[in-house]
């Protein structure tokens, strides 16, 4: 499975941001899809998940509200759309994908094997 991510800049507080990230190499029926970050000095962590089959999303409190996650199942692609940004939303923000939903692990970066590159979000004026 790969995964690439694309979106990221610099953009002002208050502002939008879309990410993509283009899945292949599998057919992703059953799969958890999630959006991590990792801020400097900080640990990765969850932002939102979609279970692939489905459609349902999970998000974390901190992006709840504000931020939406989607997939296109024609175009084996995830979207996080991003309003309302904020400072504290700066950060490389990675997708990841597991072969399985399990209900409740879709938080944990460790259940996750595969990884995109990580794309830059800065929020800043």
């Known amino acids: 499975v790969q995964l690439q991510a694309s979106g990221g800049g610099l953009v002002q507080p208050g502002g939008s941001l879309r990410l993509s990230c283009a899945a292949s190499?599998?057919?992703?029926?059953?799969?958890?899809m999630g959006w991590f970050r990792q801020a400097p000095g900080k640990e990765r962590e969850f932002v939102a998940a979609?279970?692939?089959?489905?459609?349902?999303?999970h998000y974390s409190d901190s992006v709840k509200g504000r931020f939406t996650i989607s997939r296109d199942r024609a175009k084996d692609t995830v979207w996080l759309q991003m309003n309302s940004l904020k400072p504290e939303d700066t950060a490389v923000y990675y997708c990841?994908?597991?072969?399985?939903?399990?209900?409740?692990?879709?938080?944990?970066?460790?259940?996750?094997?595969?990884w995109g590159q990580g794309t830059q979000v800065t929020v800043s004026s």
């Open positions: 990841a994908a597991r072969a399985r939903w399990i209900v409740g692990r879709y938080m944990y970066s460790d259940e996750y094997p595969y």
């Open positions: 979609v279970r692939w089959f489905t459609g349902s999303t």
């Open positions: 190499g599998d057919t992703f029926s059953n799969y958890a």
